[in-house]
């Protein structure tokens, strides 16, 4: 049976980005399934001064507990919204580290790809293709924020050589409107009205990472405020496609 598959970078992106088009998916009796591939576990217990700032921030401890964390949220996010999720190995950027043992992103947005992790599109896409199958859809992030890990997500995707749908990074979209113009450059979009159940049963999915409600928004309250808003002034959920066909490495951002 065709699937749905959502390539998310991080534990959260493809529930904040699309959930209530995923609600509407598995309603109907679709196939969906959530694959976030920066969802590992470091080998290596230290954390980086950025980590640990963000550890603060979520409430956690070790980078271990944390991951295990934020996987629990994911799956019942997912289940709120009738997917399967997916945890692949790699690891967060925040956790990866040179040969040299050194963290390589200070900030991981607006970062630039090190020579450490020039094969690192490839690896992503591989991991991918060989759970893919023939008629499955993929949908990727745009990259809009120019997270580090979103773009290279999206530069595997695009190294998969099959046709890509592509939705809008929230609530990056949300702090960066002006981005979507470059990021759809020859695209067509189409747009996927959803149900109020299905918006209740997304903003419901995104609370249950609590965990990283304190560093997507200033407050609960607003976040749901802010994506209502951007619901009713687009009526409904767009995604994109390209118009030509899809090439093997297509430029998305910056690359090593």
């Known amino acids: 049976m065709m699937r749905w598959v959502y390539l998310s970078p991080h534990l959260d992106d493809a529930v904040l980005s699309a959930g209530g088009l995923i609600y509407e998916q598995t309603l109907t009796g679709e196939a969906v399934e959530i694959w976030t591939l920066m969802s590992g576990i470091p080998a290596n217990p230290e954390l980086s001064e950025f980590a640990l700032q963000m550890h603060q921030k979520w409430g956690t401890t070790t980078a271990e507990a944390t991951v295990a964390t ?11 919204l009738g997917a399967v999720p997916v945890h692949f190995e790699f690891l967060d950027a925040i956790y990866r580290r040179g040969t040299g043992g050194e963290p390589l992103y200070a900030e991981p947005v607006d970062a630039q790809v090190p020579p450490q992790e020039a094969a690192l599109p490839e690896h992503l896409c591989e991991a991918i293709n060989r759970r893919l199958n023939p008629d499955d859809r993929v949908i990727c992030q745009l990259a809009i924020g120019q997270h580090v890990d979103h773009l290279l997500v999206r530069n595997a995707a695009e190294m998969l050589g099959r046709p890509l749908l592509y939705t809008a990074d929230l609530p990056y979209l949300l702090w960066s409107p002006k981005d979507l113009a470059e990021k759809t ?4 979009s189409t747009l996927y009205p959803f149900s109020d159940a299905a918006a209740e049963a997304w903003l419901a999915a995104i609370g249950e990472y609590r965990s990283q409600l304190s560093t997507l928004y200033e407050s609960w309250e607003l976040l749901c405020q802010d994506m209502r808003a951007h619901w009713a002034s687009q009526g409904g959920i767009r995604l994109w496609a390209r118009t030509e066909p899809q090439g093997e490495g297509l430029d998305s951002g910056p690359k090593a």
């Open 185 to 188: 450059a020859g695209m067509r």
């Open 70 to 80: 934020r996987r629990a949220e994911d799956q019942r996010a997912a289940a709120m």
